[in-house]
């Protein structure tokens, strides 16, 4: 070999531009990967894998009322006749398509092992054995009468149809997705019985709109069935523009085990989810703490999915439960759309629902024509053949000298008769049987049915009406096949809506059980099993006694309202048990020494509060607003000393009653009173030389009610406190007789 560099110019090589020659065959390369490979005809949904596959097996007459034949001999005969790549990638096309639990409408009917949910691989192709199905009839349905164009094959031996007839809107029923070069498709499968009624619509209506054909096909219908929770504005959207996503969940329900045990089992778990796989990394999160909700998952499936999964405890919420099993796990998917689709086996472009359905119906409407003109061509020629026909009966003595003694019997007959070419080589091919009288009959009755045939075949080429009147009938017959009435045509996905909660773990793994809080004089807390009624046996240290005590749940959040203004906030669970005599609360919270604790009672949601300080100023506030999340507590009534938070009471009503030290009483309407979520508030009672005591919200109707020292109730009618009812900011009167020494209207919170 000569190290001599090859220079331009030396021998048969030419110079080439790197670039030129990359852009080149990379176009090529992906060009043949769009449109032989990745993406789908928008008019039959195959690729030519696919419908080489189906058309293979037609021609092995593998129809479903014959017997299977191996997956190896199918094989076989796609690859060497007409696709001339991997087998494995070529028996992969077949299984998927005889998947009962990947396509929505198989085409293939599989004998054999062809793999399960779980993933399991499917055996050897010299196993297993197919036909086709129902579908693929359909599909197939007129390839013989000149529906479609076919080519040849890629040894040119034989040809293959560039695309099938396709009665079935397939591509929409059976979904497809695909990996090209700089583009993808994704489409998921639909009701086949929905799909008929939006085509029918269309046939109707041909300027329908979207959201007209989306009342039709309300969203996608998966073989595995399973919950449909996107929102009808964002499925709506994903039609319009033929890109979006659809969040596909798990179908579940509860069942009762005994002494207030549950258990969920799930029955459909989302479309090309491997269940072995979803089963193991619910282990790996339930292993790994990140479901603290659950106890246990286990798969009990048999011929139907059944996947039990245990709470961690009885009171834990099987909707919260769910929702973060939804969330960490692929209980719950999302199965994007890309509509990336050849239109006429050529262009590839992003459709929108409507340009599919049209497509495929536009299609329809040829096959419909050439199908026609077909029958048309036949029809004529047979009638040229059955008017020879009569004409030899009419003269078939001449007719049977002229072929037994004439050298070319054929012209004479042509140039005698006047005839065809067509007509003279039929009548020279009739049997001698054919000559009977009942044969002319039959060939008289004939001529007269194709003649009529004729006429109407006519007639529908000439009007489009008569056309779409036909195509509607069709897809009539497939809705009909395919009814949601049917097996196979119920619809198995539900629309249903996502429940719109917010998950607290932490939050939802607290057992709910009853308890009795106690916070002593000199701020000791704890917390007592059960609801306690009777405390006077409850010890507390030397010198100290009771201050609160509430009755409350372990996921109850207390709050607390201190001297300085601010709201601090516990949860039941925190709190230290009934043994001993507590923690001290500033253990808890960062509430300063010189402060105290004003209010102690459980939150309730969407309540609100009416705090007020010592001299007298105060607003509303929402009960949501005060809640904290840190120690440090929330700010809310803004004090300057010497002052202090004073009271903070619930609003359950529409009037206000404020008492000073001094006895004084003002009642005035709540509607005065500003709601506000911090600040220093308004003037509600005008105190000089003395501080607020109490303030009450009641209800107008119902009457102002206080205890006295007894512990007995008193109310007090609006009409008789019409002395003392005036307006915000007034200093008020002294308390009407029997109003109690303390000054006080009483409890503001139930215990």
């Known amino acids: 070999m000569s190290d001599k560099p090859i220079l331009p110019g030396d021998g048969p090589i030419e110079p080439v531009n790197l670039r030129e020659a990359l852009e080149e065959r990379y176009l090529a390369y992906a060009l043949s990967t769009i449109m032989?490979?990745?993406?789908?005809?928008?008019?039959?949904g195959l690729k030519p894998v696919h419908r080489r596959i189906l058309f293979a097996m037609r021609e092995l007459r593998l129809t479903p009322d014959q017997g299977y034949k191996k997956c190896a001999r199918i094989v076989g005969d796609v690859m060497g006749k007409f696709h001339p790549h991997g087998d494995q990638s070529i028996y992969d096309a077949i299984v998927r398509l005889a998947q009962v639990f990947a396509v929505r409408y198989p085409l293939i009917d599989g004998q054999g092992n062809f793999g399960n949910i779980d993933g399991d691989n499917p055996a050897a192709m010299r196993y297993t054995e197919a036909r086709m199905e129902e579908?693929?009839?359909?599909?197939?349905a007129g390839i013989d009468e000149d529906t479609v164009d076919f080519r040849e094959t890629y040894d040119g031996e034989n040809k293959e149809p560039v695309?099938?007839?396709?009665?079935?809107?397939?591509?929409?029923?059976?979904?497809?997705?695909?990996?090209?070069?700089?583009?993808?498709t994704n489409i998921p499968p639909h009701n086949l019985d929905e799909l008929c009624s939006a085509l029918l619509h269309l046939i109707k209506y041909p300027n329908a709109t979207i959201e007209k054909l989306v009342e039709f096909v309300p969203g996608?219908?998966?073989?595995?069935?399973?919950?449909?929770?996107?929102?009808?504005?964002?499925?709506?959207e994903a039609y319009k523009t033929g890109r979006g996503g659809f969040r596909l969940r798990a179908q579940w329900h509860r069942e009762d085990t005994g002494r207030g045990m549950y258990q969920i089992v799930i029955t459909e778990i989302p479309y090309q989810v491997q269940k072995s796989k979803l089963v193991e990394k619910l282990a790996d999160l339930i292993t790994e703490r990140r479901l603290p909700l659950i106890g246990d998952v286990r798969d009990e499936s048999a011929e139907e999915i059944r996947l039990v999964i245990?709470?961690?405890?009885?009171?834990?919420?099987?909707?919260?439960?769910?929702?973060?099993?939804?969330?960490?796990?692929?209980?719950?998917v999302r199965f994007g759309l890309n509509m990336n689709v050849l239109s006429g086996g050529q262009i590839p472009n992003v459709l929108n629902l409507r340009e599919v359905l049209w497509q495929w119906l536009e299609h329809r409407i040829e096959v419909l024509i050439r199908r026609s003109e077909n029958r048309l061509k036949k029809i004529e020629h047979r009638l040229e053949v059955l008017d020879g026909?009569?004409?030899?009966?009419?003269?078939?003595?001449?007719?049977?000298?002229?072929?037994?003694?004439?050298?070319?019997?054929?012209?004479?007959?042509?140039?005698?008769?006047?005839?065809?070419?067509?007509?003279?080589?039929?009548?020279?091919?009739?049997?001698?049987?054919?000559?009977?009288?009942?044969?002319?009959?039959?060939?008289k009755a004939e001529h007269e049915r194709l003649s009529a045939e004729k006429l109407d075949i006519e007639?529908?080429?000439?009007?489009?009406?008569?056309?779409?009147?036909?195509?509607?009938?069709?897809?009539?017959?497939?809705?009909?096949?395919?009814?949601?009435?049917?097996?196979?045509?119920?619809?198995?996905?539900?629309?249903?809506?996502?429940?719109?909660?917010?998950?607290?773990?932490?939050?939802?793994?607290?057992?709910r059980e009853p308890i009795t809080i106690l916070l002593s004089e000199k701020g000791w807390v704890r917390a007592l099993k059960g609801h306690q009624d009777d405390l006077s046996k409850v010890d507390f240290k030397q010198g100290d006694s009771l201050k609160f005590s509430l009755q409350a749940q372990t996921t109850d959040r207390i709050l607390i309202f201190a001297s300085n203004g601010k709201f601090f906030t516990l949860t039941g669970d925190q709190l230290p048990g009934g043994r001993g005599h507590g923690e001290p609360l500033r253990l808890m919270i960062d509430m300063e020494e010189n402060h105290d604790v004003v209010e102690f009672f459980v939150h309730k949601p969407g309540r609100k509060l009416l705090v007020a300080s010592t001299?007298?100023?105060?607003?509303?506030?929402?009960?949501?607003?005060?809640?904290?999340?840190?120690?440090?507590?929330?700010?809310?009534?803004?004090?300057?000393?010497?002052?202090?938070?004073?009271?903070?009471?619930?609003?359950?009503?529409?009037?206000?009653?404020?008492?000073?030290?001094?006895?004084?009483?003002?009642?005035?309407?709540?509607?005065?009173?500003?709601?506000?979520?911090?600040?220093?508030?308004?003037?509600?009672?005008?105190?000089k030389g003395t501080t607020l005591s109490d303030v009450r919200v009641f209800d107008a109707g119902a009457g102002l009610t206080w205890l006295d020292g007894a512990n007995r109730t008193f109310t007090t009618a609006l009409a008789d406190l019409e002395d003392w009812h005036g307006v915000r900011a007034q200093a008020g009167r002294t308390v009407p007789r029997g109003f109690p020494r303390s000054n006080k209207f009483g409890p503001a919170f139930e215990g």
């Open 36 to 44: 032989h490979r990745a993406l789908p005809d928008v008019r039959d």
């Open 135 to 140: 579908v693929s009839l359909a599909l197939l």
């Open 163 to 184: 695309v099938l007839p396709a009665s079935f809107p397939n591509l929409l029923a059976n979904g497809s997705s695909g990996i090209a070069v700089g583009m993808a």
């Open 220 to 236: 996608p219908d998966f073989p595995t069935g399973g919950v449909l929770v996107e929102t009808p504005e964002n499925i709506l």
């Open 310 to 332: 245990e709470p961690k405890n009885r009171t834990i919420d099987e909707t919260i439960m769910m929702e973060s099993l939804f969330k960490l796990s692929e209980l719950e």
């Open 389 to 443: 026909y009569l004409i030899a009966f009419l003269n078939i003595d001449e007719v049977i000298r002229i072929i037994r003694f004439e050298d070319e019997p054929k012209q004479t007959l042509m140039s005698t008769f006047n005839l065809s070419d067509v007509q003279a080589e039929a009548i020279l091919n009739l049997r001698l049987r054919a000559l009977s009288k009942l044969e002319e009959v039959q060939i």
């Open 459 to 511: 007639a529908l080429l000439a009007s489009e009406t008569k056309q779409w009147t036909t195509i509607a009938g069709e897809v009539r017959d497939v809705r009909e096949t395919y009814s949601k009435k049917t097996e196979l045509g119920a619809r198995r996905t539900i629309l249903s809506d996502a429940p719109d909660i917010e998950i607290d773990l932490e939050q939802a793994m607290i057992e």
């Open 615 to 687: 001299a007298g100023y105060g607003f509303v506030v929402p009960e949501d607003d005060v809640t904290a999340s840190t120690r440090k507590g929330r700010q809310v009534l803004n004090i300057s000393e010497p002052d202090e938070a004073k009271r903070c009471v619930p609003v359950h009503g529409n009037m206000v009653a404020i008492v000073g030290d001094n006895r004084k009483l003002i009642v005035f309407g709540l509607d005065e009173v500003n709601e506000m979520t911090r600040g220093k508030g308004m003037i509600l009672q005008r105190l």
